[in-house]
C-alpha cells in the first residue's frame, strides 16, 4: 500500500484560501482524470467539501507523488501553486489512514463530532466509482472509513461534542439564545436544494418556523423536498425559482445560502434594497421609550402633572385651569403660571422650564460635589442602549461564499459564514468522548493497515500455489506416459497424493507468510517468496489486476 493524501482544510488554510481553491463538480470530475493520467498514481478519490480539498491517490513515488499531486490541486483550483503549498498538508500510508478514519469521524471538523462528513465521504467515493478511478485501496479505504466512522458515532457520546455545521450556524444567529425559541415563528428563505441546504430546511422545520421558502435553480428539485417537509398542518412550505429570492427576502426574517453558484447569490446591493420594504407597519407602541429608561420615568411623571398624554393610558394633557393658584416664579400667559397651549409646544413639556434658578443652581452642585449621582445617570443611559434590531439573519454555508461580504455592514443585519464559524468553533468545547473516539481510529488504522499488507501478499502466494498446481499436472501427464496401462482410479489416486503432498509443504509457509507480512514491516515477505521461488512478476501482476478488478465490481454496490 502506498496510500498518500494531498490536501488542505480549515486547518492549514485561511477561509478565504479556501474560498478561492473550491472546485466545482465538474472540476473535481477533470481532477480525478487528470491524476490517472499522471504517472505517479494508480486510481484516485477527491474529497471536496465547505472547509476541505482532499485529493488520495494509490502511488508508487512518494516524492513524485507529492509533486505531481500538489501540482494538479493548484491547476484545477486556480490558485497558484507558491501560493498554495504554504497551506497544504501530506500524509502518508498508515497516517494517510490515519487522517481519513479521524476525518470520516468528526474529529477534524469544524464542528467536532458532526456527522455530515459521512455523507461526503461516501458521495466521494461514488464519484470514484463511476469514474472507474477507485481501484482496490481507494475502495478498501473509503468503504472502512464510512463503517469507522458509523462505529464512533454508535458506540461513543461524539455527538455531543458538536452538532451538524447547520446547527452550529443557526447557534450563531440566535447569539445564545435558545435556538428553538429563536425561530418559532419567523418567516424562512432556504436559498438551494442540496445536501446541505436540505439539511438546513430540515433543520428548520424541526425548529419550528412558520414559513419555510425554498428557491432553487431547478424548480422541480426545490418542490420535491418542500413536499417531503410539508405535513398537513404544519407551517406553511414553499418552493420558487431563484428569480423570486430578491421578492422573497423582503418577507424573510432568516435566510440560509448554499449553493454551488461561481458567483454572489445575494449581493450588498440586494439584501439593502430588500431591507428597505419594511417587513411590517410600525405601530405608536414602536416609538416609545424603553420601560423603566430616564425618558420614560420622565414622561411618566409628565403625564401625571397633565403636562402632556398619558402615553400607557392614552390619558389627555390636563388642561389649564384658571382655579389653579399660579405658581411663584412660573411663566405668564395663564393665571396657573403654565404657557397656553401655543406656548406649551415651545416650552420642555415636563416641565424643566418652570424651575427656580436656584434649583438648577442646586442640580450643579449634586452633580460638582458628588460621584454616585454620576454614576446612575450612566447607568440609567445604559439601560436605555438596546442592541440594534436584527431585521434580517443570514446564514450563509457555501463555499465559495454565496453572500457578499459587505453585507456585514449593513445596519439591522446578522451575518454568520464559514468564516464566523470556523473563528467560534475554536472555543467550541471536547467533549469526553473524543478520547475513546481516537482510540477507535487508532485500532481501526492497525486493522486496516494489517489486512492490507496481508492483501498484498496475497497475488504472491495465488501465484506460488499456481506454479504449484503446473508442476503436479506437467508431472502426472509424464507419470502416464510411462505407464500407459493405469486406469483411471488408479490415476486420480496417485494425482490426488501428489497434490496433497503439494499442498501439505506449501501450507505452513503460506499461512505463516500471511502472518508475517501482516506486521509492520511485512512487506518485504512476497519479495522474498517471488525470489525463493523464481516466481513470474508478470504472473503476479496479473493476478493482483483480476483481484482489483474483483473488489471494484463487488464494491460497486456498497456504497
Known sequence: MSLLVVGLSHRSAPVSV????????????????????????????VLATCNRIELYADVDKFHAGVAELSTLLAQHSGVGLEELTPYLYVHYEDRAVHHLFSVACGLDSMVV??????????????LGQDLHTAGRLINDLFQQALRVGKRAHSETGIDRAGQSLVTFGLEQ????????????????LVIGAGSMSSLAATTLARLGVRELVIANRTLERAERLAAVLNEP??????AVTMASVADELTRADVAVSCTGATGLVLTAESVAAALAVPSAPQTRD????????????????????????????GVPARPASEDTPPTPGGRGGTPSGRADSSELAEGCPVGLDQLHAEDFAQHGAWVDNADRPARSVVVAADRVTRTPRVRLALLDLAMPRDIDGAVHRLAGVRVVDIE????????????????????????????FGAAQRAAHITPTVVALRTMAADV??????????????????ERAEITQTVRRVVDK????????????????????????????????????????????????VKNRGRV
Not at 472546485?23 to 493520467?37: E, I, M, S, Y
Not at 444567529?173 to 424562512?188: I, N, P, Q, S, T
Not at 416609538?287 to 402615553?311: C, E, H, K, N, Q
Open 233 to 238: 398542518g404544519g407551517m406553511t412550505v414553499r
Open 18 to 45: 479556501l474560498e478561492r481553491a473550491s472546485l466545482a463538480a465538474d472540476t473535481q470530475v477533470k481532477l480525478l482524470q487528470d491524476t490517472l493520467a499522471a504517472e505517479p498514481a494508480a486510481e484516485a478519490a
Open 286 to 313: 414602536d416609538l416609545r421609550a424603553p420601560d423603566g429608561s430616564l425618558v420614560a420615568r420622565l414622561a411618566a411623571m409628565a403625564a401625571r402633572d397633565g403636562r402632556i398624554a398619558d402615553p400607557s393610558a
Open 472 to 489: 503436479v499436472a506437467g508431472e502426472v501427464a509424464r507419470l502416464e506416459g510411462r505407464l500407459p496401462d493405469l486406469d483411471d482410479k
Open 420 to 447: 464566523s464559524l470556523a473563528e467560534a468553533s475554536a472555543d467550541a468545547p471536547m467533549a469526553a468522548d473524543v478520547d475513546q473516539v481516537r482510540g477507535i481510529v487508532s485500532d481501526e488504522v492497525a486493522a
Open 113 to 126: 463530532g458532526e456527522g455530515q462528513i459521512l455523507g461526503q465521504i461516501k458521495d466521494a467515493l461514488a
Open 505 to 552: 509443504l506449501l501450507h505452513a509457509p503460506t499461512v505463516r507468510v500471511k502472518q508475517l507480512a501482516s506486521e509492520p514491516g511485512g512487506a518485504g515477505y512476497a519479495d522474498a517468496l517471488r525470489t525463493l521461488f523464481d516466481l513470474d512478476p508478470e504472473t503476479v501482476a496479473s493476478v493482483s489486476r483480476a483481484d482489483m478488478n474483483d473488489a471494484d
Open 173 to 188: 444567529l440566535a447569539d445564545g439564545a435558545d435556538v428553538e425559541g429563536w425561530a418559532a415563528g419567523k418567516r424562512v
